[in-house]
């Protein structure tokens, strides 16, 4: 498939089009890049709704549940799953599969679980480009599941238009570590596996949690939902709050794209002007000749990259 043809396909909302450009993402294949041009201009209209959360917590089967809520009123869906623990946990990922295999029939659903082997960085930048992609090739929302909690999440929650954060009933302890960095990024709380004792408990202390933030007037406050994704139970209730919020958020909508758009922007800026620097100003090896003499105190970092960046200016 040349590229036209890809994008032709894709913007066409050919699900073997959808495949392939997943795999170029995922693979950080150079063409991803001439993909991503082509669609760009036709993306902007799909919703993405991030679902995270601790391991285990009830992720899959939840977005599982939402599909199937969701298709109810006939939207489309896409779904993306991303392990960011490893490229080898092929376990979750096969998991995945089984738990949303209730769609495999189901054309206007596609789903993608996804391991990359880049940092949490690179991992936000294949996610955000698989949303593009879904975008492009006509899905209405876009699920994306990610594993984990706490400040390294952020930048991959900056991803979606709406931020679920999904919580298990346990100890206090758990909240507690949430604290950090969560309370900025969750649109929306779901205490899962509401079936388990303490659940009420888990939803009165994030009640608490969030009331020791004072927000402003018609500020949104962050609803804490109970569901339990193994019966569909609350679920209903969360794509209503979704829905409100997306009502609520119509008119800020555009900043919040604007500064995922700006936060991409500096990445990739970055990026571009390092690997410029690895495969243009260096010279073979100089990059390690500098680490010893930084670590041999010879040197010091500042003095390396000033004297980098004026030869990669000049
Ligand atoms: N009792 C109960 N079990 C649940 C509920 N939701 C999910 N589970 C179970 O919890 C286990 C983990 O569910 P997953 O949906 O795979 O959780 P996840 O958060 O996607 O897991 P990772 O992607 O591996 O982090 C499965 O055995 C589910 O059947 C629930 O509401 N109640
Ligand atoms: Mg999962």
Redesign the pocket.
């Known amino acids: 498939m040349t590229e036209a043809t890809l994008s032709d396909r894709l913007l066409a909302g050919d699900p073997r089009a959808i495949a392939r450009a997943i795999s170029l993402i995922e693979d950080e294949s150079p063409s991803r890049v001439d993909l991503v041009r082509r669609i760009f201009a036709r993306t902007g209209n799909a919703y993405l709704v991030g679902v995270t ?12 549940r939402l599909i199937s809520e969701v298709r109810k009123s006939g939207r489309t869906v896409g779904v993306v ?1 991303v ?1 960011p623990t490893s490229p080898f946990s092929g376990g ?1 990922i096969l ?2 599969r089984v ?1 949303m295999q209730a769609h495999a029939g189901d054309p206007d659903v596609f789903i993608r679980s996804m391991a990359t082997r880049g940092n949490l960085g690179g991992l936000a930048r294949a996610t955000g480009e698989v949303a593009v992609v879904f975008d492009a090739a006509g899905k209405d929302i876009v699920l994306i ?1 990610t ?1 984990g909690v706490g400040q390294d999440e952020v930048d991959i929650v900056r991803t979606a238009d709406v931020s679920i954060v ?1 919580i298990v009933p346990g100890s206090g302890d758990e909240i507690q570590a949430l604290k950090a960095g969560i309370m900025e990024i969750a649109d929306i709380f779901v205490v ?5 004792e303490g659940a009420d408990r888990t939803v009165s202390s994030i009640q608490a949690m969030l009331s020791l933030h004072s927000a402003a007037d018609g500020e949104w406050r962050p609803p804490v939902i109970k ?5 569909g ?1 609350g679920v209903a209730e969360l794509l209503e709050t979704i829905e409100k919020f997306r009502a609520h958020t119509a008119t800020t909508q555009g900043s919040r794209r604007r500064a995922r758009a700006e936060w991409r922007l500096r990445e990739l800026i970055g990026q571009r002007f390092l690997s410029h620097v690895e495969e243009t100003v260096l010279r073979a090896g100089e990059f390690e000749q500098m680490l010893d003499r930084i670590a041999a105190r010879e040197t010091d970092p500042y003095s390396v990259v000033d004297a980098i960046f004026q030869r990669a200016i000049r």
């Open positions: 959360g601790p391991p285990g917590a009830g992720k899959s089967t939840l977005v599982d799953a392990d979750a998991g995945d738990r599941e594993v999904t899962n596996k509401a079936d388990r569901t339990v994704a193994t019966t139970e």
